[in-house]
């Protein structure tokens, strides 16, 4: 110990060099069994377990959300408010809480992020106003500690909304801005699944020809 296992990012522009930081900060966080405190513990992927009283601890992939905003010919991106990547664009979502399923997790951090959410007519299900268009494994960095998520990423149509119809969350957001997809450098991005899931839009709507 400690055990280093290299995760490859499969994305060929990922800004991550050292994918098995996981790992190793994992053992770090645990250099003792939680349950016995031997120090006798072994790491394989996500799983700790402890080879004195066989304790284990799974550190499994957590939810996510992002949200491609669109009103008319351009699609909502936010300018980040802290760490980690402060100051970089990213979209509108985050974490899904425990109990929650993803669309309602989506829809409460767009109230809380963005003081919006869309219009949900009477009788129509939210899986037809957020529409999921791609997915991808991210590693998020806080505090000492890097999560594994697995992103979830939906478009949201809203026609005719600007930057005045949204109060944002001043901890969490600098600013916001309305973009046209073809203007968005995705190396401003703050992460590679957000990097993935703009590329993945801008196929889309050219494939699909979308109103975008
Ligand atoms: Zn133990």
């Known amino acids: 110990m400690p055990i280093a296992i290299t ?3 499969a994305y060929s522009k990922c800004a991550f060099t050292n994918h098995d930081s996981y790992n190793i900060m994992t053992l770090v966080m645990f250099q003792y069994c939680p349950s016995c405190a031997s120090k006798n513990i072994t ?3 996500n799983k700790l377990s402890c080879l004195d009283c066989g304790f284990v601890l799974y550190q499994n992939t957590a939810a996510a959300t992002g949200c491609v905003i669109q009103s008319d010919d351009k699609v909502l991106l936010l300018v980040r408010g802290k760490e980690p990547s402060l100051g970089k664009l990213d979209l509108p979502g985050g974490f899904v809480d425990p109990g929650e399923d993803v669309l309602n997790g989506l829809l409460r951090e767009l109230r809380e992020e963005l003081g919006w ?3 949900i007519p009477p009788g129509v299900p939210l899986v037809e106003i957020l529409k999921l268009f791609a997915s991808f ?3 998020y960095p806080y505090k000492n500690i890097v999560y594994n998520t697995c992103d979830m990423f ?4 809203a026609p005719g909304l600007t930057e005045n119809d949204f109060r944002i969350e001043a901890e969490e957001i600098s600013s916001i801005r309305f973009v046209h997809p073809d203007d ?3 190396e401003d991005l703050a992460f590679d699944s957000t990097r993935r899931a703009i590329e993945a839009f801008k196929e889309l709507r050219e494939r699909k020809s979308i109103s975008v």
């Open 184 to 186: 968005i450098d995705v």
């Open 43 to 45: 790491l394989k992927v």
């Open 7 to 9: 995760f490859v990012c």
């Open 117 to 119: 959410q869309p219009p």
């Open 137 to 139: 494994p991210n590693i």
């Open 154 to 157: 939906f478009t949201v149509s």
